[in-house]
């Protein structure tokens, strides 16, 4: 039998898409040879490109565009978008052969904004370039949306490429997993049967980071109350999130750091699939855990995430839920996201999902009366809150550690005033003001010393305020230290600084590193904020000015240099405040009373 041969026009199509295919390999190819190449090449091609003509319209576009993109010189790439759309618009055969040649530069060097550029003064584009062309700038657009807070519409962004254009694709899964970690708690499941035998005084703890891989104040936090507890005569395990410690740490099943056993859960999704599919993993995995070890409570910390997880197993297993309230993310994260944020669809989805775990769980523990209204204000019985301060060991208390030494190592004079903070160096903390009010201090002749320890993402300002200020000699920012040294850096310090900025989580959240200068006999003067008026007895343990005032603050830190008396008696009342309400022993028999309650409930 003599099969029939192909139509004419079908021939004629394979050959086009062939011819296209040849070119569109020989672009690419060609862009990756321009950017290896020395810039004096690329340079003359450049000038035969453009040839005799005017500078803004080049005999060879298609050729400088693709020169020019490999140079990375992005603004003289986008500035010839106008010209390079006027020739690819032409209803001519010239045209279209351009518009095909310029689609395929663009593909090929991958620039959204310079694809943009050129996209919006095109009345269309091929068809094959469609997707990687227009895909691109909706990956891009997707992105800002989403750190705007505007998931809906950055699900409506790259949804129509989601099927044709990997990043597309990719996006559109992490965009509907962080979704479905927010807003309204997913259906919990069924109690399973047979109930299991619990173990009196044990305790599992679900977090998102631990010891000894992440060194900061929750994990410290997280640490020290379970050596609380266990000094207590409870039996205090930890386990935290899917996927945690990434990276190529160590990735043991259970590790013991002081004695305190710590669980990790498989590697579950990839950060790309977003927060709910490893919410819905962690439930699982830690589920397996609780099985094990048969604990009589869950203590979840926040965010709501950890929550998530706890309420999830403890339905499934029948055991009591702890959601320890430290913070709320979905407040502190509109400070550093995009405009929009704050009020945004994430932002409101997120603390609907933060109030919904809240309310579910058996009991709530926060460390502040402030925290305390907001968790009322979100639905939740007053009866059902149980305060937790931040707290130091007692041993604290009675530390003499070698400031002095500190002070030498960092070339700090004995006799210098020196105040400053052991911090995260976070927009939000405020020591720009700090910085400030040295300058001023400065001025009016007072010799003094500031000392910020730690790091964080607002280090880099600092140093630049620094030096614009003039400050080098009298502003040392070394970094992060050990907790050894932390706190001679504590006791380096004549006066404790906490100038936090009047946001909504500083208003609600009580940190911990005032407690600890506190507990050493530092005094503390720190910005006249709900939370901190809290922490330091009602203003009578620090001396309290406004958030953002510089000027204030350099006069109050001048009038504790001058005073003497004052200073002793703000240290003496910072370490009874500590004494009195902030050690862990304290805190331990709070909890062990919680555990007891709802097991017998």
Known sequence: MVKDSPPADGLAARARSRAADTYDVLVRRSYHIARWLPHRVTNALLRLAWGPRDRSRPRLPAVALLLLA????ATDARDLAPYLAEQASEPTPRGRRFLHRLAAV????????????VLRRLPRVPARYEAPLRGASAYRGGQTLFEEGRIGDALAEVAPYADAHALCERLYRHLLGERAALGPLPV???LEAPAMDWIPGRVLHLVSTALPQADAECTARTHRLAAAQRDAGLDPHVVTFAGWPRGGADTAERVLVDGIPYHRLGPGPGPHEGFGPRVEESAREAA???????????????????GSVALDVGARLGIPVVYEVRGLAEEASPSTAGAGAEGGERHRLAVQRAAEVMRAADAVVTPSRTMREEIVARGVAPDRIVLAPHSVDPALLDTAPDGAGFRREHGIAPEEFVVGSVSRLVPDEGFDVLVEAAALLRDMGVAVRVLLVGDGTARPRLLSLV?????????????RVGPGDAQRAYAALDVFVVPREDTQACRLATPLEPVEAMALGRPVVAS??????????GGDAGVMVPPGDAET??????????????????????RAEVAAQRTWPRIAATYRELYRVLREN
């Open 553 to 574: 603050l350099a006069k109050a830190l001048d009038r504790v240099q001058g005073d003497a008396e004052l200073r002793r008696t703000l240290a003496e009342a910072g």
């Open 106 to 117: 663009l593909t090929a060097v991958k620039e959204p904004r310079l694809s943009e550029a």
């Open 70 to 73: 490999a140079q990375e010189r």
């Open 528 to 537: 006249d904020l709900p939370a901190l008026r809290e922490l330091l007895g």
């Open 188 to 190: 919990r499941p069924k």
């Open 288 to 306: 397996d855990v609780a099985r094990r070890l048969r604990p009589t409570a869950l203590h979840a910390a926040s965010d709501h995430r950890n």
């Open 467 to 479: 030096e614009e200020l003039g400050l080098q000699d009298a502003c040392v920012l070394p970094g």
